[in-house]
């Protein structure tokens, strides 16, 4: 990331001799010179560091003079084991636009244009340390123009791996999968034919860093659905890629702190307050009061986007499998979903999605953890050598432990399926190799159908297993850098996962460190019919909790408010009176599903947690509603158990009385917010611990997580939510790899 | 008809005395015709085959009654399958009954009976058998046990080579009988809409091998945990690499609604009449058509393919109408409770 170079020019710059050079330690540098010279030099490296430098940690001592005459750059050795940096992708930065845009340099309109302050990194590396011929640029001979420039110590260039030029570097090409389209095209032609497809309403698939995506005009609602149809995506909010921050605004309220982030060097896709009626198609996101919008992160989409202020810009796969990354595949199992394909010669090494967040409180706040952060390393004061957690079974990430680091892997998607499967076993094997890792723990959910399991069949190593809300609860923990021997207050509002009683829970108060954990809280279980597929069905388990529940009306209430064709109502009934094939969570997740359906909000879903997400859409930006009564707890075998069917019977009640349905699902929301906040000060009270976390994949609910922390601020209690892994269950690798490396201490002890 | 004299099976009906020998012969010998070998200890029978086809299995179905059938042309067709879908022709049964005392002789006999028919029907003769009478609550009801022996085909040697594109055939709707026997026990809405597809499969199989004599390269009949563990089976067995079609898997409409709604995969839902067979690539569409004029096999239809030969580890996947391929494994725990 230009560090070298940087530290090269502040040396000439402080008269300083010496040399500089990476190692798989992180970058060695030996100085030598006036004293104040030398502490000059230290001081400018610390506050003069380029873009997307960051120091971790910083280690200084003495050596003998050498009497150096001037200072170099070695080459990389890959000796070294303590740190270890693999280097993220970058947005195009400024000056390399600038460059584009000059009709005078010899990068003009080169869509591949990068320098040390930007540029691919990590899907370009084949193995570390980072050197061009290690990486997919290997196959690009340099020119003597870009040879010079990447040899000049003073060069923006200075060992930029990825240097390239129209003469020498990557090209692009275009290709219709239509029979009559035009054929192959390549670099200019291949452009403005691709931007006439957008125009004309096309779905075009293009090679990004990390990956295809599909791209068509968002202002064409014909194109939006057409996109939707093919991807079998019905309802999933699009991301939008807008041309400026001033598009961006034309579609969405950007505060200062949303603005600095979507022009940051990541350029995630940030998710923020939707404006009405911007021309934006209605189907790029249905139902939905935010919107997640980003800039161009390559000089190609840069150039793309001279046409547009805005293209939805999907990750191009099909439904529920990992992008595409590669031209071959796409033309194989892809050319149906798109009309055409943009695409480069540049190699991606490993795919790697958008990253999509947004900002709460000023802070950063995760979806998806992905391009520009995967996989800078979580520091950690345990030895996690050797620790291979793998996640949990939908959005599943791997977490790699290398020393004290801890490398979280980018997201796999579901485990079942065969792509998202392979993507994820050829991820393990190449972090093995960039990092060096010889597994020594693998560390799994208790969940006994997790397909990890069978991964694993007949290895030799130890397998640790951890809960699954204990794994988000420590994930929270070293997130925020706490201390893992100090008990906090875990509130863990979640879908499902296994619990130690056998029973899936996914709404929890749980209390503990590391090391272990009790459970204080929970709420009364609620039916879920058929397991798994049930999920799918909001109006299922609506309909399966009123005919437990409102026994005399729940016929006529099921009828006038879900439908259901007689066989599959009669059935569903049968199900529940005989209490066949029913399961019982205490989840979140299900809870929102089920308020969700009542309130006719979301009857099916299409997307993992869909009827929650628009539920909690209708008051993400509203202030705050008066609560319904609060729910009544009962002890159950030590834990208190809320009775939250209290709370769903006064959400009917209020829809029968004709409440205002966004009302409604307002009260619910703070109703659930105080009783999760009393609670909370209850187990403060009782256990004089004062840390309050937040995680759990329902924790995205922006107004419960603002009311609760609100409430419970007030109360001088300290609540921490996550700011680097996301809440969901893209965080549970993390908090499995530090478990279990605390239990490994303990087994040696 | 001679009766017995009473409408109860008691302990001594199993004791070896009159009671024994007036319920064999009332009852047995009756159904089954073969009062000449019954005369000896054993069945002798004569055969000039030089490999024989040996298999059993238990019976302790419940509910004993469905539509479609009953424990005894169950324990028939069961057994013949076994022998036709191992490429030999059904010849002999023996049977086996272990009857808990206090159960209904008329019951009883009108399940040899449906065994009789079920044994003409297949042309295969029980030629040996043998009851015991167990005390109440020692088991449940009556649990059969069949073993057959069928005749080895001598121009079939071992299974062909199985190729990349060899096509996965299967002769009809799948997860019947399993769905109709749980839509019985728990009594579901559905239980005048489906029916257990039990047949004897041995006519069907002869007249596809008469007809395609080197078409069919391996068989299997899906029974206990479905088309997908037989699959996975076989999978495992023969080192392939397959794939499913979800789409194309047949089902029936009340049965697919059900496993919906139950939350069930009908995949992995018992058949007592279904054969999945890797049939070769170019003679598919032919053996499908023969299939289906054979009334056993109306609704059959091609559901997959051989994606990879010589794979050690063998697995099974279903390419779902998403286009995604999923992982099938061995369900973690039984679907359906004792369904057979
Ligand atoms: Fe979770
Ligand atoms: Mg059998
Ligand atoms: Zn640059
Ligand atoms: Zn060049």
């Known amino acids: 990331m230009g560090f070298r170079p940087f530290v090269y020019r502040i040396a000439h710059e402080t008269r300083i001799s010496g040399h500089v050079q990476n190692n798989m330690d992180g970058v060695r540098i030996f100085a030598e010179g006036h004293v104040e010279d030398v502490s000059t030099f230290i001081h400018r490296l610390h506050n003069e560091l380029p873009p997307l430098a960051k120091i971790q940690s910083f280690e200084q001592w003495d050596s003998p003079v050498k009497n150096l005459t001037d200072f170099t750059i070695s080459k990389s050795t890959s000796q070294g084991h303590s740190a270890l940096v693999i280097p993220v992708d970058a947005a195009v930065c400024q000056d390399c636009l600038t460059e584009m845009k000059d009709v005078n340099d010899r990068r003009y309109r080169y869509p591949f244009i990068n320098c040390t302050n930007c540029g691919p990194r990590y899907t370009i590396i084949r193995s570390l340390p980072y050197d061009r011929p290690v990486t997919t640029m290997k196959d690009f001979p340099l020119c003597s123009a870009c040879e010079a420039e990447y040899s000049d110590p003073m060069n923006r260039r200075h060992h930029a791996q990825p240097i390239a030029c129209p003469a020498c570097g990557p090209s692009l090409k275009y290709h219709s999968m239509s029979r009559t389209g035009e054929g192959n095209l390549e670099n200019e032609p291949a452009l403005s034919r691709t931007i006439r497809d957008l125009e004309e309403g096309k779905t075009v698939a293009i090679k990004g860093l990390g990956g295809f995506h599909f791209a068509c005009d968002a202002k064409n609602s014909q194109a939006v659905r057409q996109l939707r149809r093919r991807k079998k995506r019905p309802t999933k909010p699009f991301a939008v890629m807008v041309n400026s921050i001033d598009s961006a605004r034309q579609f969405a309220l950007v505060s200062e702190e949303e603005e600095s982030l979507l022009k940051s060097a990541e350029a995630p896709v940030v998710v923020m307050q939707k404006k009405e009626r911007t021309g934006l198609s209605e189907a790029v996101a249905p139902g939905m009061t935010s919107i997640g919008l980003f800039l161009p992160s390559t000089p190609l989409h840069a150039l793309i986007m001279e046409k547009f202020d805005a293209l939805v810009m999907t990750s191009g796969n099909l439904s529920g499998e990992p992008m595409f990354f590669d031209e071959e595949d796409v033309l194989e199992r892809g050319h149906h979903l798109v009309d055409s394909m943009l695409f480069h010669n540049r190699k991606i090494a490993r795919p790697i999605d958008d990253s999509v967040m947004e900002v709460r409180d000023g802070q950063t706040h995760f979806y998806r953890r992905a391009r520009g952060f995967v996989p800078d390393p979580i520091v950690t004061p345990f030895d996690v050598d050797g620790i291979i957690a793998l996640g949990a079974q939908l959005k599943n990430t791997f977490t790699f432990g290398r020393g004290k680091q801890l490398f979280v892997g980018p997201h796999n998607g579901d485990l079942d399926q065969l792509p998202s499967a392979n993507e994820a076993k050829a991820l393990l094997k190449s972090f093995r190799k960039l990092t060096q890792i010889e597994p020594t723990d693998w560390v799994m959910d208790y969940h006994p159908n997790y397909p990890q399991r069978a991964w694993l069949g007949d290895t030799t190593l130890p397998i640790y297993y951890v809960w699954h809300h204990h794994a988000h609860m420590v994930s929270m923990m070293a997130d925020r850098k706490l201390a893992l021997d100090e008990p906090v207050i875990g509130v863990m509002l979640d879908g499902t996962g296994y619990g130690h009683d056998d029973t899936m829970w996914g709404f929890e108060w749980l209390y503990g460190d590391v090391g272990s954990f009790e459970r204080f809280a929970s709420i009364e279980p609620l039916p879920l019919p058929g397991g798994d597929q049930g999920t799918r069905y909001p109006w299922r388990q609506a309909s399966a909790w009123l005919y437990l529940h409102q026994t005399d009306e729940a016929d006529a209430l099921i009828q006038a408010w879900f439908h259901p064709a007689e066989e599959e109502r009669a059935l569903l009934q049968h199900m529940v009176q005989r209490d066949l094939a029913m399961n019982y969570v205490s989840s979140a997740g299900r809870l929102f599903d089920c308020v969700s359906a009542i309130l006719g909000v979301v009857y099916e879903v299409f997307e993992e947690g869909e009827a929650a997400i628009k539920l909690s859409e209708m008051v993400r930006y509203s202030d705050r509603f008066e609560p319904f009564e609060l729910p009544s707890w009962r002890m159950k075998k030590d834990v208190r158990v809320y009775q939250t069917d209290e709370l769903i019977a006064a959400v009917i009640k209020a829809k029968r009385n004709g409440v205002d349905t966004t009302k409604i699902a307002g009260m619910f929301h703070e109703t659930l917010a105080r009783m999760i906040a009393e609670e909370t000060l209850a187990i403060s009270t009782q256990t004089g611990c004062n840390a309050v976390l937040f995680s759990g994949g329902t924790m995205h609910n922006p107004y419960i997580e603002r009311r609760v922390k609100a409430m419970l601020n007030a109360s001088s209690l300290s609540v921490l939510t996550h700011r680097n892994i996301p809440c969901n269950d893209g965080g549970i690798s993390l908090g499995q790899a530090l478990i279990a490396s605390n239990a490994r201490l303990n087994r040696s002890k | ?340």
């Open chain 2, 1 to 340: 008809m001679i009766r017995i004299g009473s409408d109860f099976i008691s302990l001594a009906h199993g004791d070896g005395g009159q009671k024994t020998h007036d319920l064999i012969r009332d009852i047995f010998v009756q159904a089954f015709e073969h009062h000449e070998e019954a005369k000896w200890d054993a069945a002798l029978v004569h055969c000039d085959a030089n490999r024989l086809a040996i298999t059993t299995d238990s019976f302790v179905v419940s509910p004993r009654h469905f539509p479609g059938g009953d424990i005894g042309k169950l324990a028939v067709a069961g057994t013949v399958n076994d022998l036709a879908v191992s490429f030999a022709t059904p010849k002999w049964l023996t049977c086996g009954l272990i009857i808990e005392e206090g159960f209904s002789v008329d019951e009883l006999r009108q399940i040899v009976l449906s065994m009789a028919e079920e044994a003409r029907k297949a042309n295969v003769k029980i030629i040996a058998g043998d009851t015991k009478v167990v005390e109440h609550g020692a088991c449940d009801g009556l649990f059969i046990n069949t073993t057959g022996v069928g005749l080895c085909d001598k121009n079939h040697s071992g299974i062909p080579a199985i190729e990349e594109g060899d096509v996965i055939l299967v002769n009809g709707t799948v997860g019947d009988h399993g769905m109709t026997l749980m839509a019985l026990r728990e009594d579901l809405p559905i239980t005048n809409e489906v029916e257990s597809d039990c047949a004897s499969l041995n006519h069907l199989i002869h007249h596809l091998r008469e007809t395609h004599p080197f078409a069919l390269k391996f068989m299997r009949d899906a029974t206990r945990g479905g088309l997908a563990t037989t699959l996975i089976e076989a999978c495992s067995d023969l080192h392939l690499d397959l794939v499913l079609e979800e789409e194309e898997i047949p089902l029936s409409p009340p049965i697919k609604g059900a496993c919906d709604l139950l939350g069930y995969d009908p995949l992995y839902v018992a058949n007592e009449g279904k054969v999945v067979m890797i049939v070769k690539k170019d003679e598919a569409k032919r053996v499908l058509q023969t299939m289906k004029a054979h009334p056993l096999g109306e609704q059959a239809a091609i559901i997959g393919h051989i994606k990879h030969v010589e794979c050690p580890e063998g697995r099974l996947f279903l390419r779902t109408a998403l286009g995604v391929d999923k992982v099938k494994r061995r369900l973690p725990e039984i679907q359906l409770p004792r369904i057979c």
